[in-house]
T-cell receptor, first 111, second 114 residues
């Protein structure tokens, strides 16, 4: 399975945009890039995913580099509720459906 | 509301006393999975099921059993729990488990085995 690298922690101010980076230099052509987050005392929550093109949904945007070796999750206006651990995960075409969670990035949002 | 429901949310029990953690989803998903989360080790897959009566081992299946008799339910069974199974457990589901499909997680079950 291809590996991802994320910073251990980041800080943001409330109502400012947040850019969470992820490196995945060994990504293969069929790997999807997924982002999940885990709020304290809750299960992981799906945020967004993409393959090659940038993606937007109601929660966030995903910007994927042209060579696909890195991606950035963008929260347009951070709120206190966005404080969580954010995981960047590569999903390959294997049949197990397994998500491989790394250590993720702990996002702290300051009022 | 679409959801994955786990029960119980918390359980303290003793070594060797069989227990079952239930997981139910209301989204008609074919794929279901169990993970455990431990400090420093992240989430690791225990078992998964691609559909009714189809189950397979994940990365850490030792000491666990599962069954999938109905599409909506995927119970995790610890026949003889041991202290090293003290952990936070999550159930997840997705339509078919494909790489372009999101997974939905339950809120977790915290097990303490004394």
């Amino acid at each position: 399975d291809a590996k991802t690298t994320q910073p251990n922690s980041m800080e943001s101010n409330e109502e400012e945009p947040v850019h969470l980076p992820c490196n995945h230099s060994t990504i293969s052509g069929t790997d999807y890039i997924h982002w999940y987050r885990q709020l304290p005392s809750q299960g992981p929550e799906y945020v967004i995913h993409g393959l090659t093109s940038n993606v937007n949904n109601r929660m966030a945007s995903l910007a994927i580099a042209e060579d696909r070796k890195s991606s950035t999750l963008i929260l347009h206006r951070a709120t206190l509720r966005d404080a969580a651990v954010y995981y960047c995960i590569l999903r390959d075409a294997s049949n197990t459906g397994k998500l491989i969670f790394g250590q993720g990035t702990t996002l702290q949002v300051k009022p | 509301e679409a959801q994955v429901t786990q029960n119980p949310r918390y359980l303290i029990t003793v070594t060797g006393k069989k227990l079952t953690v239930t997981c139910s989803q209301n989204m008609n998903h074919e794929y279901m999975s169990w993970y455990r989360q431990d400090p420093g080790l992240g989430l690791r897959q225990i078992y998964y099921s691609m559909n009714v009566e189809v189950t397979d081992k994940g990365d850490v299946p030792e000491g666990y059993k599962v069954s999938r008799k109905e599409k909506r339910n995927f119970p995790l069974i610890l026949e003889s729990p041991s202290p090293n199974q003290t952990s936070l457990y999550f159930c997840a589901s997705s339509p078919q488990g494909r790489s372009n499909q999101p997974q939905h997680f339950g809120d977790g079950t915290r097990l303490s085995i004394l």
